[in-house]
């Protein structure tokens, strides 16, 4: 897969197990996330078109696994445990939250991703210092803070599965947005959600993302 993504992309696609992924994240080894998989694949659909996330699942937060990451991959912080199914193939935009998120690939599936310190002084992040990686089936990563990332991207005509886990409260709307002198506070989007978005994204624009990726807003093939 990660040959012909090669073969098909005026990009590099980079693998998770590469090196190249040290400074965004890792791979998690050691949980059984295989109850999550189960869930995903018995209650959950790709949608026909875009994409559908759902921040916190009840069910999926009762499973033992979840009780183990929020004790030991969290400190015992509060966490909530969701998915994102989609169709997406484009940048679209970033967002960064503050704490790690975890991702279990439920399908393959491609992420882009950036570095919070290569975002300019205008809140703007250029299209060429992002990278993109292949992130196989089954595989389950943490993406540091500093990582940017949004949706996923597939790797085939059905669409990707990808189980989000995150601080509790992540993504959901904010009670109030006010902006103030730090120039951070104008990517504040929803709780613990800062976003970047590209001007021709319009769903984040008409949610008030401020349009800070400049440049193509690319299409990966598959």
Sequence with gaps: MLNRLNEVNDVKVYSVS????????????G????ELAAYMELHTEIPEVGNIYHPSIAEMEKTAVCADVQRTLYGDLPIQVGYCNGRNTTYNGFEFHKGSEINIAVTDFMLVLGHRWEID????????????????????IEMYQTTLH?????????GFKDIVILPRGTNTPLNEKERNADPESALLLQRNKWV?????????VKQGAFTGLIGENKKLKY
């Design 150 to 158: 949004l949706s996923p991207c597939r790797t085939c005509d059905e």
């Design 196 to 204: 970047i978005a590209h001007k021709d994204r319009e769903p984040l």
């Design 31 to 34: 949980y059984d996330f295989s």
């Design 18 to 29: 590469d090196s190249e992924f040290a400074s965004y994240g890792r791979i998690v080894n």
């Design 121 to 140: 002084e205008n809140n703007c992040f250029y299209v060429g210092n992002e990278k993109v990686f292949f992130v196989p089936k089954g595989t389950a």
